[in-house]
């Protein structure tokens, strides 16, 4: 699977945004968005829904011109001049309900540009993949909604695209399904496809990207690699949950390097001093009581997104409800 | 891939589901065959009509003069010859005559036994005989009253006295029909011998039968078809019509359905939208010029049928594929655009009244124009987009076609006017294609495309 891009590669950037600007009637959808995704990365677009991602995605496929600002995809200045080397999942996916699935596999991978034995063999692989090896013959709308999001993603990248853009791949799949996609997500990766995907699922960034570029309200809020991300937002929480629920938790406060304490539902919190290894935390805190778990807490990019837009989240409750929808409990706009 | 590409793959698929889909099946070889079915079925359906009726005339004859005349000429053999009489005239006007001939005149002929009553018979004394119920399914029954002054005037009056025929409702049109004409013939007859003249002598001089009209063109001189050279304008109309609408009313829900599926943008992704424009208005050009080649070359195959192919000039079915073109573009992307503009196919019968408005009139006035095809509306309206396909095909299939440089200029026309529509398709298409929601008004869909 493995292959090299020729043409463009000198290109470090494969996907540049450069003040870009989109509004709706007055109502502005982007504002001087900024963005670039070095080759081969690995980028989440991330926000709850309603923040201005799939009107971003739709510009960067020239599917929406913007009102002002620059694009660049794959050192063209626009995504028509690339099409055949970008694959794309729009949010809101078709098929031709009519039409069997290996046809429609096949037309599509051909408007890309593939030749057409090598179009169906491409999509048999892929199908396969994807735990769809007897599809191909039956009719689109013959398919259960889960088997169609399968297709509609293989349709994506069945043309070995150097630039992969998925608008909330995710979106209404089962737990299966899901598993399978990002086994494929990452085999792209592995073939150095450059790919960004939007989800509001923060779980599915935290867990695929390189690096996340946070969008509210139509502007970027965050731009960071998960690697520095993970770093400055240093691990100085320790989770606690003792065995016995009943268990007295007073005694952790002593220990060396912990400035605080929080107990709520039985789990406690613990607040490291900056420069303390938590590793030797850990063991102390082992050590005064039986613990059913204990763990370093990860950065959470809910809680970083949460943090940001604090502001906006006002009461308690809708804190919570962005929350659950950061979560991908709720679909709904926050 | 280039454009052109990614172009005849839109148009081909777009090609194949459509000429694939039963509609198209059901109306271009389905329709057409129904169609002949029943060319071939109504004349022997029409014959069926009527069993053979016996009809009793009851005759008062109050003249004195008719009542032997009116039994000759309702004696079975008399009836018979008048019927051939009139079936030889009908078939002088060429094949298709005898196949009329056939079909309006049935087999079946009623027969008539005529019952002289007494000159004093009053019609009230024979009302119950007329309405009696009980004579079997063939009988029919009738009463002719004659007054006394209807073969001889009387002094100082204008005119003769008329006849009176009294039927039940049962009595059927032809045998009523040929009633009348037997009293007609009788009158006729006994009026002109009365007056003192011989009503052979009358016949010979009155009877002229019509002659068929000589076409003479400078090829020199051609068998007449003159009813199919008045109709040709129209079926003119009618081929583009069909042409038009089996194409653009396709283009049109097959981008309704591209968008209310949301295929349309995962195909956004690989081609731009006027490449899929293009695509679709290309592919259904190709259905639509299928439902009109299967149309033309069953009109030829019926007019060699009838040995009358040599009546139409073979430039008229190349002129016809020009202005198809035209139309088609013009009607088209106007469609194209209407499937783009909303969400679903109930939302597009509102915009769909005013093309078909547009495209009705036109139709309609090819009847019009092909009867007077100099007139200035002819002339005017062969340049006015998009009439002007519709009216210079009626003209150019009518009997006085217009000069060479009207034809270009309306061809011309037709250019422009086909490069307005698609301009403004293309900017609907790109506008609207990711819209959902409301269906827009015209003016809002002339609003996206001066704005884009």
Redesign the interface.
């Known amino acids: 699977m493995s292959q090299q891009f020729v043409g463009d590669g000198d290109v470090a950037d494969v996907l540049k945004l450069l003040g870009v600007e989109k509004s709706f009637s007055g109502q502005p959808a982007v504002t001087a968005l900024d963005l670039a995704v070095p080759r081969g990365e690995t980028c989440g677009l991330i926000g709850p829904s309603g923040a201005g991602k799939t009107t971003s995605i739709r510009i960067i496929m020239s599917i929406l011109f913007p009102d002002a600002g620059k694009v660049e995809v794959l050192g063209r200045p626009s995504a028509l001049d690339a099409k055949d080397r970008i694959g794309y999942l729009p949010e809101e996916r078709g098929v031709y309900r009519k039409m069997r699935v290996g046809a429609f596999l096949k037309y599509l991978a051909c408007l890309k540009g593939m030749p057409e034995a090598l179009a169906r063999s491409r999509a048999r692989e892929l199908l396969a993949k994807l735990g769809l090896e007897d599809v191909e013959k039956k009719k689109c709308e013959d398919l259960s909604k889960g088997m169609l999001q399968r297709v509609q993603f293989v349709g994506a990248i069945v043309h070995q695209p150097e630039l992969l853009i998925l608008d909330e791949p995710f979106g209404g799949l089962d737990p299966v399904s899901v598993r399978l996609l990002k086994g494929v997500i990452s085999d792209e990766r592995r073939r150095g496809t450059t790919i960004l995907f939007s989800t509001h699922v923060m779980a599915h960034a935290e867990e695929l990207c390189d690096r996340v570029v946070m969008i509210h309200k139509g502007r970027k809020v965050l731009d960071e690699p998960m690697s520095s991300l993970r770093r400055r937002y240093d691990p100085t929480r320790v989770l606690f949950e003792p065995l016995d629920p009943k268990a007295n938790l007073d005694g952790l406060r002593d220990i060396a390097g912990v400035v605080s304490m929080q107990v709520k539902d039985g789990e406690a919190e613990l607040q490291v001093a900056a420069g303390t290894d938590p590793s030797m935390v850990i063991r102390e805190v082992a050590a005064r009581v039986v613990p059913a778990r204990v763990e370093i807490a990860r950065i959470r990019l809910e809680d970083v997104f949460v943090g940001i837009v604090r502001s906006d989240a006002k009461s308690g409750e809708s804190e919570q409800a962005l929350r659950q929808h950061l979560q991908g409990l709720t679909g709904g706009a926050a | 891939?280039n454009m052109f590409?990614?172009i005849r793959?839109?148009a081909t698929?777009e090609f194949l589901?459509a000429v694939s889909s039963k509609g198209f099946l059901f109306g271009i070889l389905v329709m057409p065959l129904i169609m002949m079915a029943l060319i071939a079925v109504i004349p022997k359906l029409l014959n069926q009509r009527g069993t053979q009726v016996n009809v009793e005339v009851a005759f008062i004859d109050q003249s004195a003069a008719l009542s032997s005349a009116l039994g000759a000429e309702l004696s079975p053999a008399a009836v018979a010859e008048t019927r051939n009489a009139g079936r030889r005239e009908v078939q002088q006007m060429g094949a298709a005559g005898r196949q009329v001939a056939d079909a309006v005149l049935p087999e079946s002929v009623p027969t008539f036994t005529v019952k002289n009553l007494p000159a004093n018979a009053t019609v009230d004394s024979q009302k119950q005989w007329l309405a009696d119920g009980r004579i079997g399914k063939r009988a029919r029954r009738a009463l002719v009253l004659m007054p006394a002054d209807a073969v001889v005037r009387t002094e100082g009056a204008a005119g003769y006295g008329n006849y009176r025929l009294y039927a039940p409702r049962n009595l059927p049109a032809d045998a009523e029909g040929i009633l009348h004409g037997a009293l007609r013939k009788v009158l006729t007859v006994e009026r002109l011998r009365s007056a003192g003249f011989d009503p052979l002598v009358v016949k010979a001089a009155t009877d002229i039968p019509r002659s068929p009209t000589k076409l003479v063109s400078p090829n020199g001189e051609e068998q007449g078809a003159q009813a199919l050279n008045r109709m040709l304008p129209f079926i003119m109309g009618v081929l583009l019509f069909i042409g038009v609408m089996t194409g653009g009313q396709a283009l049109m829900t097959s981008t309704v359905e591209?968008k209310s599926?949301?295929?349309?943008?995962?195909?956004?992704?690989?081609?731009?939208p006027l490449e899929l424009m293009w695509g679709k208005l290309l592919g259904q050009l190709g259905v639509g010029l299928v439902g009109l080649g299967v149309y033309v070359a069953l009109g030829v195959v019926a007019l060699l049928q009838f040995a009358m192919f040599g009546f139409i000039d073979p430039m008229l079915i190349l002129w016809l594929v020009v202005f198809f073109l035209i139309a088609y573009l013009v009607y088209g992307a106007l469609m194209l655009a209407v499937g783009a503009a909303v969400s679903q196919i109930a939302d597009a019968q509102s915009l769909m009244g005013p093309i078909m408005l547009l495209l009705m009139v036109p139709y309609m006035l090819t009847f019009v124009i092909g009867a007077t095809p100099d007139s200035a509306l002819a002339v005017a309206s062969s340049f006015i987009p998009p009439v002007n396909a519709f009216a210079m095909m009626a003209r150019l299939a009518s009997s006085s076609p217009p000069p060479v440089w009207q034809v270009l200029l309306s061809v011309l026309a037709g250019i422009v006017g086909a490069c307005i529509a698609v301009w403004f398709a293309a900017r609907i298409f790109r506008v609207a294609l990711?819209m959902h929601g409301k269906p827009p008004s015209f003016a809002t869909m002339i609003k996206w495309a001066r704005i884009g």
Do not use: F, K, Q
Request: proline share 0%; glycine share 4%.
């Open positions: 891939m590409g990614r793959l839109v698929r589901v591209e599926s949301r295929v349309v943008e995962v195909l956004l992704a690989a081609v731009s990711l």
